[in-house]
């Protein structure tokens, strides 16, 4: 059911057995995947059904290092979350993503592709993909012919990516919501502070304000924050209460080793031959770049690496004609209509001059250079980082500000990445590629991200190293758990939404299994007694929690 | 010569140069003058040569460039004295291959450049 948390009782407890914050693709993928089990289920959704500015302006913060996309705008905040902007890329992570890299510090995964794999095969049918299989073979012939060519395939293996309609989270899971499948979303519910226990390993409830005034309580068994890779570090740093540092940072860790994936025009190629062969089929549901082979990630100590090439064109952006045109063809080659297919009409109507532009340039235009687009992974770095700032949203928490850096290690691997890409063109006869000028300045910054917030809330078993366990429970916490891209320790090059639908049927899975241990009925142990207002609390460190822990009671997860 | 305008100048020479590369022109000489007699553009890959030697060590001489690249090429230094040109052409042309498929690269300007060739055009710049 869809709940006007406006409309909620004041100052009321409402209780549950799971309680989600997010709405976005971990949010409802893990209710979906949850729905009918009997468990009763609590989504909050600080937005409303649909874009509101008011609510959207609590996302903004300050850019304090590399530039990126503003906070406020590279993610939404209403019902399907930034699923409602995202472009559909899906790709797995490679198997050397997960493993510890010598020459990549902070890298390795507690666990591994293998284990992930049933996970994203079952991701297939969330995200409306055509299967599991990414290898170039299976999809030789649907991608620009330039990525098959024999010449360069050892030196720059094709990278394959599909494309999802794109999915609107909001869209297809509304109705499993409003089905009564054991599922209530409130809308118009803002989290603003997570309750513990006084030795903070249970969390109790989450506060709950609406922008009109209201203010309740959402008791749970089980608490997932699914919020996304900047919120979710700034709901835990923010609820101090108890854990002065914020919970879940006995080491100091949210909000650190933040990662975003660099994605820009980095170089051009001078092409001996018809540029046409680095055109993709129209309506393809595929895409593809060239990848650097894990032997030579290893052996020239680079990150991993995507470089796209496209012919080059005098727009930067293409015409919105144009570009509604190509979501339709995309999905109609499919066989069925995207959503809000007539809006994209009335585009394809409103600027018939670009589409007939787009098209014919898409078609016929063979011009004599090609665009290299890189897309490089980027080393975890514990000084990137998300940080309360001193100022407040309008519900009173403290904003979040962003800043991402950038090493040494990420620039020479956009650099020495696509020197490889130009020494593979030059030794198949194809072309010559020239770097853009500004990347040869040493300590180079990246233009932007690509709305991919990552790695705030890390998973490593050790707790010195990480926020959360392999099942991504918090750290010292019973019954607090996050979903999404925060729990990456590190990021590949592969767009994140695939793995965060894998990572959550994974955590699906695990709540499963733990209810079930924990005897379905049975009601969370009553809450703990509350530190009056003013009281001293347990100091941030872990000694202070791990004092207060041995006085109490020790309770069953 | 400006960094800009030198980049915009590079935008011409460097393909030509590249382009003519190892198009086994006869030129009797000593190792530098055969090396380079076989850019078919020799304009172009001295303009190229002077944009590679700012990128090379300071002590970069014309005996420690042919140096490194016998080193590495030991065909290419049997060919230098007596051999065909064509043979020492296709010599070079399958050093600059190995050098793109083993990743060694030269970058000038932004060009990426094999190290052979990064070499070549540094000689010739010499003359």
């Known amino acids: 059911m869809l709940i006007d948390a406006r409309t909620l009782p004041a100052e009321s407890d409402i209780e549950t057995d799971l309680c989600i914050v997010g709405s976005g693709v971990a949010g409802l993928t893990l209710a979906q995947a949850l729905a009918g089990t009997g468990l009763r289920i609590v989504v909050l959704e600080g937005g409303g059904l649909d874009y509101d500015p008011e609510s959207q302006a609590l996302y903004a913060g300050r850019m304090l290092g590399n530039p990126a996309a503003g906070l406020d705008w590279s993610r939404l905040r209403y019902f399907g979350g930034t699923s409602n902007h995202w472009g559909g890329y899906c790709r797995p992570l490679d198997a050397i993503d997960f493993t510890a890299r010598a020459w990549v510090p902070a890298s390795g995964w507690p666990i591994d592709a293998a284990s992930l794999a049933p996970y994203y095969a079952r991701a297939v049918d969330i995200l409306d993909i055509d299967g599991p299989d990414f290898s170039a073979e299976k999809w030789q012939g649907r991608f620009a012919p330039v990525f098959g060519q024999p010449a360069l395939a050892d030196a720059l293996p094709a990278v394959v990516f599909q494309h999802s309609p794109p999915t609107r989270f909001g869209e297809k899971y509304r109705s499993v919501v409003e089905r009564g499948r054991g599922i209530d979303?409130?809308?118009?519910?803002?989290?603003?502070?997570?309750?513990?226990?006084?030795?903070?390993?249970?969390?109790?409830?989450?506060?709950?304000?609406?922008?009109?005034?209201?203010?309740?309580?959402?008791?749970?068994?089980?608490?997932?924050?699914?919020?996304?890779?900047?919120?979710?570090?700034?709901?835990?740093?923010?609820?101090?209460?108890?854990?002065?540092?914020?919970?879940?940072?006995?080491?100091?860790?949210?909000?650190?080793?933040?990662?975003?994936h660099p994605s820009f025009d980095a170089g051009t190629i001078t092409f001996h031959g018809s540029s046409a062969i680095a055109r993709h089929p129209i309506g393809s549901a595929i895409d593809a770049g060239f990848g650097l082979p894990p032997e030579v990630q290893a052996e020239e100590q680079l990150l991993n690496f995507n470089c796209y090439v496209r012919p080059a064109t005098r727009e930067t952006v293409d015409p919105s004609g144009y570009a509604a045109l190509r979501e339709l063809s995309r999905s109609i080659t499919r066989g069925h209509l995207p959503?809000?297919?007539?809006?994209?009409?009335?585009?394809?109507?409103?600027?018939?001059?670009?589409?007939?532009?787009?098209?014919?340039?898409?078609?016929?235009?063979?011009?004599?250079?090609?665009?290299?687009?890189?897309?490089?992974?980027?080393?975890?770095?514990?000084?990137?980082?998300?940080?309360?700032?001193?100022?407040?949203?309008?519900?009173?928490?403290?904003?979040?500000?962003?800043?991402?850096?950038?090493?040494?290690?990420?620039?020479?691997?956009?650099?020495?990445?696509?020197?490889?890409?130009?020494?593979?063109?030059?030794?198949?006869?194809?072309?010559?590629?020239?770097?853009?000028?500004?990347?040869?300045?040493?300590?180079?910054?990246?233009?932007?991200?690509?709305?991919?917030?990552?790695?705030?809330?890390?998973?490593?078993?050790?707790?010195?190293?990480?926020?959360?366990?392999?099942?991504?429970?918090?750290?010292?916490?019973?019954?607090?758990?996050?979903?999404?891209?925060?729990?990456?320790?590190?990021?590949?090059?592969?767009?994140?939404?695939?793995?965060?639908?894998?990572l959550t049927l994974r955590l699906a899975d695990h709540l499963r299994a733990t209810i079930e241990v924990d005897g379905r009925g049975r009601r969370a142990s009553a809450p703990a007694e509350r530190l009056p207002a003013g009281t001293a609390t347990p100091s941030g460190d872990m000694h202070g929690v791990l004092r207060a822990e041995r006085k109490a009671p020790l309770s069953v997860s | 010569m400006p960094a800009a305008s030198r980049r915009c100048f590079l935008g011409a020479a460097a393909p030509a140069a590249l382009a003519g590369l190892a198009a086994g022109k006869v030129d009797a000489g000593g190792p530098r003058r055969r090396l380079t007699a076989i850019f078919a553009n020799r304009q172009?890959?001295?303009?190229?040569?002077?944009?590679?030697?700012?990128?090379?060590?300071?002590?970069?001489?014309?005996?420690?460039?042919?140096?490194?690249?016998?080193?590495?090429?030991?065909?290419?230094?049997?060919?230098?004295?007596?051999?065909?040109?064509?043979?020492?052409?296709?010599?070079?042309?399958?050093?600059?291959?190995?050098?793109?498929?083993?990743?060694?690269?030269?970058?000038?300007?932004?060009?990426v450049l094999s190290r052979t060739e990064a070499e070549l055009c540094a000689l010739a710049r010499l003359g």
């Open chain 1, 339 to 502: 959503p809000g297919w007539q809006g994209l009409v009335g585009e394809v109507a409103a600027d018939l001059g670009g589409a007939a532009g787009g098209l014919w340039s898409r078609l016929f235009r063979e011009p004599g250079e090609l665009v290299a687009r890189v897309y490089p992974e980027v080393a975890p770095q514990r000084d990137s980082r998300v940080v309360l700032s001193t100022e407040r949203d309008a519900l009173g928490l403290p904003r979040a500000d962003l800043d991402w850096r950038l090493g040494e290690l990420d620039r020479r691997t956009i650099v020495r990445g696509l020197e490889r890409v130009g020494a593979g063109f030059a030794r198949a006869g194809l072309g010559r590629l020239r770097i853009d000028e500004w990347l040869l300045e040493p300590g180079f910054a990246v233009p932007e991200g690509s709305f991919h917030h990552m790695g705030t809330t890390r998973m490593a078993d050790n707790p010195r190293q990480g926020v959360v366990d392999r099942d991504c429970r918090v750290h010292g916490t019973r019954n607090l758990y996050i979903a999404g891209s925060s729990v990456f320790p590190t990021c590949g090059h592969a767009p994140p939404t695939m793995t965060i639908v894998a």
């Open chain 1, 185 to 260: 979303a409130h809308l118009w519910a803002n989290v603003v502070e997570i309750e513990t226990d006084l030795t903070a390993r249970t969390v109790e409830a989450v506060r709950v304000a609406c922008l009109t005034g209201n203010r309740y309580r959402v008791r749970a068994r089980w608490f997932v924050l699914a919020t996304g890779g900047i919120e979710n570090a700034r709901l835990l740093l923010a609820s101090n209460a108890v854990v002065t540092a914020g919970l879940g940072n006995g080491h100091d860790l949210v909000g650190r080793y933040f990662m975003d």
């Open chain 2, 44 to 111: 172009a890959s001295r303009d190229l040569g002077r944009a590679v030697w700012p990128t090379l060590p300071a002590e970069t001489t014309e005996e420690s460039l042919i140096a490194a690249l016998f080193d590495r090429n030991p065909e290419v230094a049997d060919l230098i004295e007596g051999g065909a040109p064509d043979q020492l052409a296709a010599a070079l042309r399958r050093a600059v291959e190995a050098d793109f498929a083993q990743g060694r690269t030269h970058r000038v300007d932004g060009w």
